[in-house]
């Protein structure tokens, strides 16, 4: 529902979301609010009770138009939302919602200094705001939530998985792409993309969503409940990359040499003394001693850590 339909059909009828709708996959219609006025100047709006700035769109036409679509509706779920600064975020998670709950989507446009509150107690579900500013319409607004809720639609993208990768969808931002030349101004692609293994690949990638997402939106990162061993692995990786090279502790495996046995005999010492200090005194069967760590030496049992 707007007062500039024609302007809305040429930006929601181009790219994917315009092919989409020509072969059916969504339908969109943009309904001329002027065309249900009752007088013959077409009169949408009108001075605000109380006084103040600007202009007021009333409330007989506004619900003309909503009762001229919902007639056309039939049993589809629909719901009516007022695209407004004071309604609730859209996020992605709204649009999955909306998509997942209604098969019928209502987007009102506002526009002057507002709508009159009336149509909004009697007609409107709900309340939807791209974010904390005001547009001079809410035509930006509707077309930004019908684009991101259509787009999941099944249909209107090749394949799901163009659409669960992408920022927001579970909680993280998106992975960096990369398109020819493989270098461009110095800038190589980073070589796990070029190894042909796609495993490498969606590792690679999974842990720059993670990168991202802490880098550039702590506040998403801090809601994360990482529920898969990976993720916490990576994340762990993430921020050990991160320390002073001071702090990074790295031990290169061998196999133990006889060599080693007295210096392992002194750890084992000192553990059992740090043990000992704790009220512990005991070890797994057993304490080792010298003659257990040679033949585990021997039989390649044994490991040392430089």
Known sequence: MTLFPDSMSRVLGESIIGRAEKKGAVEINCVQIRDFTENRQMQVDDYPYGGGWGLVMMAQPLKSCLDHILSAAGKRRTRVIYMSPQGRPFNQEEARRLKRDYDHLVLVCGHYEGIDERFIEECVDEEISLGDFVLTGGEIAAMAVADCVCRMVP???????????????????????????????????????????????????????????????????????????????????????????????????????????????????EAKAFLRERGVDQWQDGYPNRETIMADIAAGRGWAFD
């Open 155 to 269: 249909g209107v993208l090749a394949d799901e998985e163009c659409y669960t990768g992408e920022s927001h969808w579970d909680g993280l931002l998106e992975y960096p792409q990369y398109t020819r030349p493989e270098v461009w101004e110095g800038r190589a692609v980073p070589p796990e993309l070029l190894t042909g293994d796609h495993e490498r690949v969606r590792r690679w990638r999974r842990k720059k969503q993670l990168e991202r997402t802490l880098d550039k939106r702590p506040d998403m990162f801090e809601k994360l409940e990482f529920s898969s061993k990976e993720d916490k692995r990576l994340v762990e990786e993430i921020e050990y990359e991160r320390l002073p090279e001071r702090l990074k502790l790295r031990f290169e495996p061998r196999r133990a040499e006889e060599a080693d046995a007295e210096a392992i005999l002194a750890v084992m010492e």
